[in-house]
């Protein structure tokens, strides 16, 4: 019973910092497997910077430098109580001469545990091409 009492707490929690909390730049802080596998993809934390911004108007921006790569990524989202919807429109990265068309859409649950900081977790073959099959991957970010 406490447990259950916890868990909703969390989710009326989450719930009402969702609606004020998504707008603005969030930057990657920490990222690791659901099993503590290492996270196998080259991003160092320290060295390499990963933001995405939402918009009021629905719209995002996902920037990235991995080293000397700067990519990035355009198109629009939805947050439907903890399920954020991302749909990339456009995209670009240090191989391509011009950015490219696409239309991806990819699920994740967010989690916020307050104004500042929120917890995004990607599972299915998103997580996978990083960490063991069936394993989520779990990305902390901070508002700038």
Not at 22 to 43: F, M, Q, Y
Not at 82 to 104: E, F, G, R, Y
Request: contains cysteine; glycine residues 4%.
């Amino acid at each position: 019973m406490k447990k259950a009492l916890v868990s909703l707490l969390v989710l009326a929690t989450t719930q009402v910092f969702a609606a004020t909390t998504i707008h603005g730049t969030w930057k990657l802080s920490s990222r690791e497997c659901s099993s503590n596998a290492p996270v196998n993809d080259g991003l160092k934390i320290e060295q390499d910077s990963v933001e995405i911004t939402y918009a009021p108007d629905m719209s995002f921006l996902f920037k990235s430098q991995i080293g000397s790569c700067k990519s990035w990524s355009t198109g629009t989202y939805a947050l439907d109580g903890m399920k954020l919807t991302n749909v990339i429109k456009q995209s670009q990265s240090c191989t391509d001469l011009t950015p490219a068309a696409m239309d991806i859409t990819r699920n994740y649950f967010v989690a916020f545990a307050d104004e500042k900081n929120a917890i995004i977790v990607t599972t299915g073959p998103n997580a996978e091409k990083v960490c063991p099959v069936s394993d989520a991957l779990i990305s902390r970010y901070m508002k700038q």
